[in-house]
């Protein structure tokens, strides 16, 4: 079945690491985002890519790098530079009619602080 | 530029009665609107989508949102809550014209089913 794979589901990070999180889709999906979820917060954007080789900002990429070498790949590496990064992450991708189809998001990984 | 407000935090209802979550929206075009439903510790699942076609809109698990322009609103609705239905729900705006740019979602509703 076709989806979105994000691992792992659990991240645990020392203070002054970075720690990459894992997104993976086999949908062929051309766009992939990255979202923070804080609780009463709702999602917030961090990056995302429209093609190979290409991503954006989004409005708290702070902190935060990404890659997007292959379509079906977009990793995101919380860096050290992030102070408060402990929170819910989740990975999404849409197809280029984005009206259409709306999207498809991966079960998500929670990263924590220790 | 679009929002979206979420016009209730928390919603409580029992068993078998029926579920409004209120959702408002503003937009400079035509938008596409969506409602996602959220369990604990998972992703987001689509629930149901409004693209320009009817307004009336029906989605997974007897849910369903009316989209009304002229009151800028996109509230769910569902006749008859289940246990099952306990979770969180986002809406979610998209403008037709915006290329480039993301989905803008609201704070989330969470709605509780008592039995």
């Known amino acids: 079945d076709g989806g979105i794979t994000q691992s792992p589901k659990y991240l645990f990070r020392k203070e002054g690491q970075n720690v990459t999180l894992s997104c993976e889709q086999n949908?062929?999906?051309?766009?992939m985002y990255w979202y923070r979820q804080d609780p009463g917060q709702g999602l917030r954007l961090i990056y995302y890519?429209?093609?190979?080789?290409?991503?954006q900002k989004g409005d708290i990429a702070e902190g935060y790098s990404v890659s997007r070498e292959k379509k079906e790949s977009f990793p995101l590496t919380v860096t050290s530079a992030q102070k408060n990064p402990t929170a819910f992450y989740l990975c999404?991708?849409?197809?280029?009619?984005?009206?259409?189809?709306?999207?498809?998001f991966g079960s998500g990984t929670r990263l924590t602080v220790v | 530029a679009q929002s979206v407000t979420q016009l209730d935090s928390h919603v409580s209802v029992s068993e078998g009665t029926p579920v409004l979550l209120r959702c408002n929206y503003s937009s400079s075009y035509s938008p596409s609107l969506f409602w996602y439903v959220q369990h604990p510790n998972k992703g987001l699942q689509l629930l149901l989508k409004y693209t320009s076609a009817a307004t009336l809109v029906k989605g997974i698990n007897g849910f369903e949102a009316e989209f009304k322009k002229s009151e800028t609103s996109f509230h769910l609705t569902k006749p008859s809550a289940h246990m099952s239905d306990a979770a969180e729900y986002f809406c979610?705006?998209?403008?037709?014209?915006?290329?480039?740019?993301?989905?803008?979602f609201g704070k989330g509703t969470t709605l509780s089913v008592s039995s």
């Open positions: 890519s429209q093609i190979v080789n290409d991503f």
């Open positions: 949908l062929n999906h051309d766009a």
């Open positions: 999404a991708s849409i197809p280029s009619d984005r009206r259409a189809y709306g999207y498809t």
């Open positions: 979610v705006v998209s403008e037709a014209n915006q290329a480039g740019t993301a989905l803008i």
